[in-house]
């Protein structure tokens, strides 16, 4: 079955750094593109970046745009995002997605995500 476990979060203060990581297991990894979402506290899920299932297209939202970089190693099954100049305004909880279909187009939204991890949070302390 599909798995996703996310990894890495934890406190960081502003200014600060921090790399998640989203091991996959059960499907073919290379296949799909992969997104991250993030819930603040009071918060919708709201979308952070996409990259495609090859590594060689990524977007993101304007309010990381700059700041926060996702890659993949296809290799290890695992998806990461890479967060710097982190805000307290990232505080959340960071949740990667599996993006619909193979080799598909990119999509944005969470529903079109058809598997989710469980999440883990971060929290940027001022």
């Known amino acids: 079955q599909v798995q996703l476990v996310e990894s890495g979060g934890g406190l960081v203060q502003a200014g600060g750094s921090l790399r998640l990581s989203c091991a996959a297991s059960g499907y073919s990894f290379n296949t799909y593109n992969m997104a991250w979402f993030r819930q603040a506290p009071g918060k919708e899920r709201e979308f952070v970046g996409v990259i495609s299932y090859s590594g060689t297209y990524t977007d993101y939202t304007d309010a990381v745009n700059g700041r926060f970089t996702i890659s993949r190693d296809n290799a290890k099954n695992t998806v990461y995002l890479q967060m710097s100049s982190l805000k307290p305004d990232d505080t959340a909880v960071y949740y990667c997605?599996?993006?619909?279909?193979?080799?598909?187009?990119?999509?944005?939204?969470?529903?079109?995500?058809?598997?989710w991890g469980k999440g883990t949070l971060v929290t940027v302390s001022s």
């Open positions: 997605a599996r993006s619909r279909g193979m080799y598909n187009r990119v999509y944005r939204t969470d529903y079109d995500m058809d598997y």
